[in-house]
């Protein structure tokens, strides 16, 4: 193989020969040859190797490599096709306009030749079009200019292939931004929501249903993962009418479309900058907890309890009281979350557990808690209130320790740590029965369970807290002795 020597460090193509260095890989390879051949032709014409004089030779090669398909390998078009996402940002953006469709002809040939391309050379396509139209977005504003340049760019969303799907969501995000502040952005933006009304998702799933119908669904889905990455992006009245149809969307359970929704809906509430109404905002978790406590999902979304711990939390800020009024159901879906058998979730749901503990549990509600508690004591007649909203919660805490499991069951006893220190001295009055459940869990064998340490350290703590006094008082009988024996 020729010699490669790096051009004139002027020259992009000598930056691109140095990003791509590693022999073992055929990719850098195929690419190190192409610069080398394309630098030797412009030295022999003494032509300057300007990015517009790369993307043109590239561009040449790239089509007669795809007039060669299938014959051409997949490196070779992912040589062509990486040079130009390095080159297209570099070039004047009026050479582009000029010369806008023999461009994206080249760039868009592959995928149109061969329905069977390597995913590689697919998210490269993707990749080049979204340059494409960033860089010429910088100077153009009239929507004809870039209405099939990005229809295209926009129909990948729906095909087949995963990775190439992934990538356009990638690359999505960024169009949307250089489009924005432009009479682009608009037209943009209704091009996604279109997609909604073109790929509904049907009903419930039929395995007896035709190809058709499974790809309409498929294609329902897929759009859904290009409306999700543009959320934050939309102006509030959009992203309301959005959330809106997804509302209706998560009464049809079906398990791609809720998780897409819940993925859409936690990236939404990381975004500081994004206007949501907290009512809206609710509602969709409120609907989410539900599905979730009522087991209508196959699986839960992986970012559902994220999306449970950072959306509550941001709703409280805007609105306290229709927040706690729904604190109950969202515990209750985190504790079904939590009983999950993937363990990777299981951290998230403690982590979602103690971050509302500590932002939506106030005094008022604590006082709230206690005066109950004390009423029903000094019923005569045995009779009792509805439960408090912070009882609510704490019998759904005192509940998690029900698990067996010993991973379950750590994680559990820091969900159980926390509430106990939320409440401090009212511990006593709010916590009873989780207090006998330590005290029965550690008269258990020692084979039968590993925490009792870790007990009998919170039992201490609780002590510290609430007096001694005041946890005997409610500790049944058989347990005073025990009690007494583990603080002293």
């Known amino acids: 193989m020729e010699t490669l020597t790096v051009v004139d460090a002027a020259n992009i193509g000598a930056s691109i020969l140095m990003r791509f260095t590693d022999s073992n890989r055929e990719l850098d390879l195929e690419i190190r040859k192409l610069i080398v051949v394309m630098s030797g032709v412009f030295r022999d014409h003494k032509a300057p190797p300007t990015p517009v004089d790369y993307l043109g030779a590239t561009c040449t090669s790239l089509d007669i490599a795809t007039a060669s398909m299938p014959q051409a390998s997949g490196h070779v078009l992912d040589a062509h096709l990486t040079i130009l996402s390095i080159v297209i940002p570099k070039v004047p953006a009026a050479f582009l306009i000029k010369n806008l469709w023999p461009l994206f002809n080249s760039i868009a040939r592959p995928l149109r030749s061969s329905s069977l391309i390597d995913e590689s050379t697919g998210c490269l396509v993707v990749k080049c079009v979204a340059e494409l139209i960033i860089a010429v977005a910088k100077v153009v504003n009239n929507w004809s200019d870039v209405s099939e340049l990005y229809s295209f760019f926009l129909s990948l969303a729906t095909i087949k292939a995963l990775e190439v799907r992934t990538q356009l969501c990638l690359c999505l995000p960024d169009v949307l931004q250089r489009f924005q502040g432009t009479p682009l952005f608009d037209p943009a933006i209704k091009k996604i929501t279109d997609l909604l009304n073109k790929y509904p998702p049907l009903g419930n799933h039929d395995v007896k249903a035709s190809a058709s119908v499974l790809s309409q669904k498929e294609k329902a889905w897929f759009t859904l993962d290009v409306v999700k990455v543009s959320l934050c992006l939309m102006s509030t009245e959009d992203r309301t009418a959005v959330l809106i149809y997804f509302k209706s969307l998560l009464e049809l359970n079906q398990f791609p479309v809720t998780a897409r929704i819940v993925d859409g809906l936690y990236g939404l509430c990381l975004d500081p900058s994004a206007d949501v109404s907290p009512e809206l905002l609710l509602d969709l978790i409120r609907s989410i907890c539900l599905s979730v406590t009522q087991h209508k999902m196959m699986y839960i979304p992986e ?186």
């Open 303 to 488: 970012t559902a309890a994220g999306l449970l711990s950072i959306g509550v939390a941001k709703v409280y800020s805007f609105n306290q009281k229709i927040c706690e009024t729904n604190l109950p159901i969202v515990f209750d879906a985190l504790k079904v979350i939590l009983g999950e058998p993937k363990i990777d979730d299981l951290p998230d749901a403690v982590h979602a557990f103690k971050c509302l503990i500590h932002a939506c549990i106030d005094e008022s509600l604590i006082k709230e808690g206690v005066d109950c508690v004390v009423m029903n004591a000094s019923m005569d007649d045995g009779s009792k209130s509805e439960p408090t909203i912070i009882e609510k919660l704490c019998a759904t805490i005192q509940s998690l320790l029900g698990h067996r499991k010993t991973t379950i069951w750590a994680l559990a006893f820091e969900v159980v740590s926390t509430m106990f220190d939320k409440l401090g001295a009212y511990s006593s009055y709010l916590m009873r029965g989780t207090l006998k459940t330590l005290a029965d869990i550690q008269k258990l064998p020692d084979q039968e369970f590993s925490f009792k340490e870790e007990v009998k350290l919170l039992l201490k703590m609780l002590v510290e807290k609430c007096g001694f006094d005041a946890i005997m008082a409610i500790m049944p009988q058989e347990h005073k002795k025990l009690l007494v024996e583990e603080v002293s």
